[in-house]
């Protein structure tokens, strides 16, 4: 099942399903903020506004 990823500056695409949410966007060279591979979490920390997380 692929997954919808909508950003507020209007650009969307399709994820693999494979794929956490940070590489998927950076899998399409979406600029986030992260830290979580440097050992500190919670930077990218995004609003749901639709759907659920597993």
Known sequence: MANIVKILD???FISRSDLNL???LESQKVDIEYQCREGF???CQVQ???GEVE
């Open 22 to 24: 940070l590489e998927a």
């Open 10 to 12: 209007g650009f969307s």
């Open 48 to 50: 749901l506004v639709a």
């Open 41 to 43: 979490c919670g930077s």
